[in-house]
C-alpha cells in the first residue's frame, strides 16, 4: 500500500492546530487549536482534491477560550465533544447549518487526557491527567466516576464496550471492565527486553467497517521506541510485535514521545504519526548536522499470515524535518487522511496494493459487511471486470500472462494454496504447500513463496 498527499487547507492567522477528527459517516472534519479555535469542515464531495478550496462547509464554531485540546465524534448520535487546555468540555449539535452547544462541563482541577465514545456511541469515558475518569451517557447523566492514584495519558474501549483500557503516564495498561472494576494489568511482550518503556498510543479497532478477519488483530499499543504491539484482544498472549526502525532517543524520549495511532480501512491498518525531539535528530542523522526535529507519518499493514511475535517495518513517509505533526489522523469512508501539520490540515489518499500483467489490473479487497476476500480483475484494454470470490487471500503476485494467489485452508490443517489464474481470474493450476508463506514474487515462468526458513520454488 501506499499514500500520497492530494489536498492542504490552511488555517487563517497561522494558528497552531493540536487536534483533528473525521466524522466519515456524516463527512464533518473538526479541529482545534490554539486561541481556543474549533472549526468545523467538509470536503466537497464533487471536486474533494481539486479546483479552488474544495470545501462544501466551513465554519467556525465559538465556545473555548483556550487552546482546544481534543476532538471526538458520536458518529450515531452526531454529536461533537471538544476539550480545551482548562479541562472545560462542551458537546455540540448541528441544526439549521449550524453547530450549537448541547452541554457544558467544567471540573476545573485538571486536564483532560482523553475522551473516548463507545462504539454504539451511547456512553462516554472522560479521562483526566490527575486520574480521575467519569463515564457519562449520551444524554448527559453521569453513570460512574473513580479517582485513580496515577495520572492517565489516553484510553481504549473495547469493540462490545465491555473493556475499557487507562494507559498511565508511567506507561502502564490497566484493564477495566464497563462498571470501573480493575482486571489486570496488559502484557506487553513488544518491550520485554527494554523494561521501563512508555506507551505513547493505544487504539482498538470498533468493528465500524466490518471484519476482515475474525482472528485479525484489533488492539494496536504503540511505545515510545518506536515499538507496535497489535492484538487480538486484551488477552491475547501471542500478538503480532512490530519494529517501526526508528532509534530510541536520549533520556529515554524515542521519535514515538508524542505519538497517536488509529486503526483505518476496516482495520487491516494501523495509521501512526510522531514527532521526535532534538536529541533524536541529531542521533539518527548522518554525521550529527541536522539540528532540526524529526517527524514522520507510517502506515502498518499487518500480514495476519506472519508468526505471531515477529517484528517487522511499516511502510513509511518522512515528511520535511520542519514540519511538526501534532494530532492524530483520521479516514473518511476508509481511505482518505486527514493529518494536522502546524496550520494546517493535509489530505492524503491510501492505495492498497495491486497488480499488473498482461493488460490487467488484479486486486484483492474486502466489504464492510462480510469477512469473505473478493479479487477483481479488470482489462483495461476492453474495460471487462470480473470479480471472484476467495476464501482467506494472503499474498497476492504477478507475472507475465497470470497472477498468482496465495490463500490459506480453513480446515485446520494449516495448508496454504498457490493458485494460478488467467486474465478472467480462472484457476489455471493449483499448489498445496505445508508451511506459512510470509514473501511472494512470481516472474513469467515462475512463483517463488518463503517462510523465514523455508523458500518454494514453483515452475
Known amino acids: 500500500m501506499f499514500a500520497y498527499l492530494n489536498k492542504k487547507v490552511e488555517i487563517p492567522n497561522k494558528i497552531r492546530l493540536h487536534c483533528v477528527s473525521w466524522n466519515s459517516e456524516q463527512g464533518w472534519i473538526s479541529c482545534g487549536g490554539e486561541n481556543g479555535l474549533l472549526k468545523v469542515l467538509k470536503l466537497d464531495p464533487d471536486n474533494p482534491q481539486g479546483g479552488g478550496r474544495g470545501l462544501s462547509y466551513n465554519h467556525s464554531v465559538a465556545g473555548h477560550k483556550t487552546a482546544v485540546t481534543k476532538v471526538s465524534w458520536n458518529e450515531h448520535y452526531r454529536k461533537l465533544t471538544t476539550a480545551d487546555s482548562t479541562g472545560l468540555i462542551m458537546v455540540w449539535i448541528y441544526?439549521?447549518?449550524?453547530?450549537?452547544?448541547?452541554?457544558?462541563?467544567?471540573?476545573?482541577?485538571?486536564?483532560?487526557?482523553?475522551?473516548?465514545?463507545?462504539?454504539?456511541?451511547?456512553?462516554?469515558?472522560?479521562?483526566?491527567?490527575?486520574?480521575?475518569?467519569?463515564?457519562?451517557?449520551?444524554?448527559?447523566?453521569?453513570?460512574?466516576?473513580?479517582?485513580?492514584p496515577y495520572h492517565l495519558k489516553c484510553t481504549a474501549w473495547s469493540p462490545d464496550s465491555k473493556i475499557l483500557l487507562l494507559v498511565s503516564q508511567?506507561?502502564?495498561?490497566?484493564?477495566?471492565?464497563?462498571?470501573?472494576?480493575?482486571?489486570?494489568?496488559?502484557?506487553?511482550?513488544?518491550?520485554?527486553?527494554?523494561?521501563?518503556?512508555?506507551?505513547?498510543?493505544?487504539?482498538?479497532?470498533?468493528?465500524?467497517?466490518?471484519?476482515?478477519?475474525?482472528?485479525?488483530?484489533?488492539?494496536?499499543?504503540?511505545?515510545?521506541?518506536?515499538?507496535?504491539?497489535?492484538?487480538?484482544?486484551?488477552?491475547?498472549?501471542?500478538?503480532?510485535?512490530?519494529?517501526?526502525?526508528?532509534?530510541?532517543?536520549?533520556?529515554?524520549?524515542?521519535?514515538?514521545?508524542?505519538?497517536?495511532?488509529?486503526?483505518?480501512?476496516?482495520?487491516?491498518?494501523?495509521?501512526?504519526?510522531w514527532r521526535g525531539d532534538r536529541a533524536v535528530a541529531r542521533k539518527v542523522a548522518d554525521g550529527g548536522q541536522v539540528e532540526h526535529e524529526r517527524h514522520g507519518a507510517g502506515l502498518l499493514g499487518p500480514d495476519l499470515g506472519r508468526h505471531p511475535g515477529q517484528r517487522d517495518r511499516p511502510e513509511s513517509r518522512r515528511p520535511n524535518n520542519q514540519i511538526q505533526f501534532y494530532s492524530p489522523f483520521g479516514l473518511g469512508g476508509g481511505q482518505r487522511l486527514a493529518i494536522a501539520l502546524d496550520s494546517c490540515i493535509y489530505f492524503a489518499t491510501i492505495k492498497m496494493e495491486y497488480k499488473y500483467f498482461d493488460g490487467v489490473v488484479v486486486y484483492a479487497f474486502t466489504r464492510p459487511d462480510q469477512s469473505k476476500h473478493f479479487c477483481q480483475f479488470w482489462d483495461t484494454r476492453t474495460d471487462e471486470k470480473v470479480l471472484?470470490?476467495?476464501?482467506?487471500?494472503?499474498?497476492?503476485?504477478?507475472?507475465?500472462?497470470?497472477?498468482?494467489?496465495?490463500?490459506?485452508?480453513?480446515?485446520?490443517?494449516?495448508?496454504?494454496?498457490?493458485?494460478?489464474?488467467?486474465?478472467?481470474?480462472?484457476?489455471?493450476?493449483?499448489?498445496?504447500?505445508?508451511?506459512?508463506?510470509?514473501?511472494?514474487?512470481?516472474?513469467?515462468?515462475?512463483?517463488?513463496?518463503?517462510?523465514?526458513?523455508?523458500?518454494y520454488v514453483w515452475n
Request: charged fraction near 20%; include cysteine.
Open 95 to 148: 441544526a439549521n447549518g449550524r453547530w450549537f452547544e448541547e452541554m457544558i462541563n467544567n471540573r476545573g482541577k485538571a486536564p483532560v487526557a482523553d475522551l473516548k465514545w463507545t462504539s454504539d456511541g451511547k456512553q462516554i469515558c472522560i479521562a483526566y491527567e490527575d486520574g480521575a475518569i467519569i463515564l457519562g451517557s449520551v444524554d448527559g447523566k453521569r453513570i460512574w466516576g473513580i479517582e485513580l
Open 170 to 273: 508511567n506507561g502502564e495498561v490497566n484493564v477495566h471492565d464497563e462498571k470501573s472494576n480493575f482486571l489486570k494489568r496488559l502484557a506487553t511482550p513488544a518491550i520485554d527486553d527494554v523494561p521501563g518503556t512508555k506507551v505513547s498510543c493505544i487504539d482498538w479497532y470498533d468493528g465500524a467497517e466490518g471484519w476482515v478477519d475474525p482472528a485479525a488483530p484489533t488492539l494496536a499499543v504503540g511505545f515510545e521506541n518506536g515499538r507496535v504491539q497489535l492484538m487480538r484482544s486484551e488477552s491475547d498472549d501471542q500478538p503480532v510485535l512490530v519494529d517501526t526502525g526508528m532509534e530510541t532517543g536520549r533520556e529515554g524520549q524515542g521519535p514515538f514521545a508524542r505519538t497517536e495511532g488509529e486503526w483505518v480501512l476496516a482495520g487491516v491498518v494501523v495509521a501512526l504519526c
Open 388 to 455: 471472484k470470490q476467495v476464501q482467506n487471500v494472503q499474498l497476492l503476485v504477478a507475472g507475465g500472462q497470470n497472477c498468482c494467489l496465495v490463500t490459506r485452508l480453513d480446515d485446520g490443517t494449516g495448508q496454504f494454496i498457490l493458485i494460478l489464474c488467467n486474465a478472467i481470474g480462472s484457476p489455471v493450476e493449483t499448489k498445496y504447500i505445508e508451511f506459512e508463506p510470509q514473501f511472494a514474487c512470481m516472474s513469467a515462468t515462475h512463483v517463488v513463496v518463503a517462510s523465514g526458513s523455508l523458500v
